[in-house]
């Protein structure tokens, strides 16, 4: 048994396509530790669901040396292991927020944690002890569908890039040994090459030691608020969907013809047709593909790998 | 022992409903107590369970599918939430004004506004005065143990009652648990064939749920009183049955949880309750006399029991999970009951209620302190002057009236 009182280790991964892959990943780190003894949950983000297609989700794991006192949250407190099945939600989603001092983050990528950190640079790693990057391989355009929210999907459990994923946490955190992992998912072997391939780039001393999870907080008093509220008409601040996006459309100004089919098509309205040169509304803009799959005129927008970009991606 | 696994309260009751081995199933969907649905149209599909699957076109004729199904003799599963519950409302006195002892299980969801998922009790507490068997269970292994227990409950023939199981939306709809699973014999041993005295059945007609003249209408709604009556004595010999045969023991309407020497009671139903227990063995650690009431039926409402579990009480503390606006002292249903049910006792502990977890918000240990706290100012005042305190909204300074 590795942990001491409750840790709590939370997934991000993309809406439907991930949502497989992330639930075996805290099915099977929960899985291993309660063969170690361990009380353990799994559980997905009930606000997150139902989920949609590339959506930043989350799912969760708590591992206990004693029995949960509260087994009914909705989202983890301070989590000490945050895992990233797309690396691109490193950059656009606030990731690490809330962690445990000490905690760790795994991401699947084939970066190296030192290109991680390039977008990590306006983000408080005061609280982070590590990053470490799995080539887990998955991919959020070719994921196992898998979504049945509320039941229970164990079938298959660790066969894709769940395996590796889970392994590099083992590996970094010590929270299952890895033979527990090993005996609970379908393929050890994907389990095994994620504990051998993990690359870590420790920011302080090397070693995971989380210190003691803040003490719960004392409630805000809170009032009444209205039914009725004004409608935001114009942009909605609630309601930021930049982040979906890992793909960023491109305009070729030189080759652009200005025909507006990209700007009818958009599904979002985030293309402004402006005769001094197409512009597109990044914090809405959700990498859907629309734009470049229906405009007529070859080359004229592409799809890059947001990633590509430093910057760019306002945080909810 | 049963094979134990990890199951959400929905796919839970799912496995309940095929170890029911039921005859005909309609669903609809609505968050949160959907995957319910999901995993029989599966079973069914790959031939584990025999049903009939009816997909209806709304709650109402969820409702309306399985009454004529269970007039025909059909044991029956259906199921809903939220605003699909009211929906369906208008059919709900009918199943129990003919005697059908429909299942419908409710997994709790909020009623529109605020529209969120979360869960509190409100809209099943809707349904509480329509003639039908309703409780709460607290995990996924009682959510399956209650389908079971229901059943066999509604269809005594002493009762002949439909009945609304409820688990709290996400809390017990969606978390899975460990959950243990029946052997092989062990539910047949306990829940017999359904086999009405009257079904539809052109050989053998009967009219069931007559229209008929005013001055006869209190003679047959006596009827669905004096059933649930009935239940009151049926059910601790059905729930003793269940313990028997399962072996997970229940009390059959009031869980006493360290009540038994407690000067302060909290008294609530669900999942909350198990976080109120949480906090009472921390605060048992600490010296104090606390103990959690938990309510396993609202319908028959256990008012002896209840009173016999927390009088000797200096102060009762109500997990109100549910709104009925503009009642008593502006609370909800559970306070209601629970104010009735001490009423004639000759010595009766302060009651005070904490509207908690509505709209699904969570009830942290903190905010068991925090009720705590207010309990043991009200001990020492003769008439505190705020009885109804909202968990996040009311400060808790209390004073003599």
Known sequence: ?316 | MGKKMKLSGTAAVAQAVKAADVDVICSYPIRPYTATMIELARMVATGELDAEFVHGEGEHAQLSVVLGASAAGARVFTGTSGVGFTYAMEVYSPISGEFHPVQCMVGNRTLDPPGDFGSEHTEAMTGRDQGWIMGWAESSQEAFDNTLMYYRIGEDPRVMLPQFPCQDGYFITHIPDLVELPEAGQVESFLPPFNPKFSLDPARPVIMGPQCRADQGAAIELGRTNAMKRARSVIPEIVRDFSLKFGRQYDPFVEKYKTEDADFIFVGQGAHARTAKSFVDAARAAGQKVGVARLRFMRPFPNDDLAQAVGHAKVVGIMENSNSFGSVLDSGPVTIETRAALYDLDKRPKVLTFMEGLGGEVVRLNDFAWMYKIMKEAAGLRNPNQKVFWVGFDTGAIQEA
């Open chain 1, 1 to 316: 048994m590795a942990t001491k009182g409750l840790t709590e280790i939370t997934v991000w991964y993309r809406g439907i396509t991930e949502g497989k892959i992330s639930r075996d990943i805290v099915n099977s780190l929960a899985k291993a530790a309660e063969k170690e003894g361990c009380y353990t949950q799994a559980f997905d983000n009930y606000g997150d669901l139902p989920d949609r297609v590339y959506v930043p989700c989350r799912s969760y794991a708590r591992i206990s040396d004693s029995p949960i006192a509260e087994p009914y949250l909705y989202e983890n407190d301070h989590p000490a292991i945050v895992a990233v099945v797309e690396p691109t939600m490193v950059k656009g989603v606030p990731v690490i927020k809330g962690i445990r001092p000490g905690a760790v983050l795994v991401v699947n990528t084939d970066k190296t944690p030192e290109e991680l950190l390039q977008h990590l640079q306006d983000t408080d790693l005061s609280d982070l002890a590590a990053i470490a990057t799995i080539r887990a391989g998955g991919g959020v355009l070719e994921g196992a569908l898998s979504g049945i929210e509320g039941a229970t999907d164990v079938s298959g459990m660790g066969s894709g890039a769940a395996g590796p994923i889970a392994g590099a946490i083992a590996k970094i955190s010590g929270i299952v040994e890895l033979g527990s992992l090993e005996a609970v998912v379908i393929d050890p072997s994907g389990v095994r090459r994620g504990y051998e391939q993990v690359k870590v780039h420790w920011l302080g001393a090397a070693g995971y030691n989380p210190g003691p999870a803040p003490h719960q907080e004392e409630r805000a008093l809170g009032e009444e608020v209205p039914a009725i509220i004004p409608s935001p008409v114009g942009e909605n601040d609630g309601m930021i969907t930049g982040n979906w996006r890992f793909l960023r459309p491109v305009i070729n100004q030189e080759k652009c013809t200005q025909c507006r089919v990209c700007d009818i098509y958009c599904p979002d309205a985030c293309i402004t047709a402006d005769p001094a040169g197409f512009k597109i509304n990044l914090k809405y803009c959700k990498g859907c593909g629309i734009c470049w799959t229906e405009c007529p005129v070859k080359g004229a927008i592409a799809p890059v790998p947001e990633l590509d970009f430093v910057g760019g991606v306002v945080r909810f």
